[in-house]
Nanobody
Framework: QVKLVESGGGSVQAGGSLKLSCAASGYFYSGSNCMAWFRQAPGKEREGVAG????????YYTDSVKGRFTISRDNGRNTIYLQINSLKPEDTAMYYC????????????????WGQGTQVTVSS
């Protein structure tokens, strides 16, 4: 059974940094897959933030986070990370880790595996 567990969220001031982690377990991790970060603010749709393919060579970022967010993965630890720098109040959201056996995309409907989320709150 696939399980994703996020950690690392918190409350920070604008301009601060956080590093989110997502520990994965289950058979999919050793195969061809994409793992990604999504976020959802109250009253808004779930948004694809960043994704990284199994080999680590293919990544995507949504435009609003380019240059500030960095996704990475450590296959030895079965973990992906999201380094978030220069945080803005509009980054406030629940951040979710997701996984799919397919290609990376920003469409949340393509992902069949989800973590429980970790809250990021940015104050101005």
């Amino acid at each position: 059974q696939v399980k994703l567990v996020e950690s690392g969220g918190g409350s920070v001031q604008a301009g601060g940094s956080l590093k989110l982690s997502c520990a994965a377990s289950g058979y999919f991790y050793s195969g061809s897959n994409c793992m990604a970060w999504f976020r959802q603010a109250p009253g808004k749709e779930r948004e694809g933030v960043a994704g990284i393919h199994a080999g680590g060579s293919t990544t995507y970022y949504t435009d609003s986070v380019k240059g500030r967010f960095t996704i990475s993965r450590d296959n030895g630890r079965n973990t992906i990370y999201l380094q978030i720098n220069s945080l803005k109040p509009e980054d406030t959201a629940m951040y979710y880790c997701a996984a799919t056996l397919g290609l990376c995309s920003a469409d949340y409907t393509n992902y069949g595996y989800w973590g429980q989320g970790t809250q990021v709150t940015v104050s101005s």
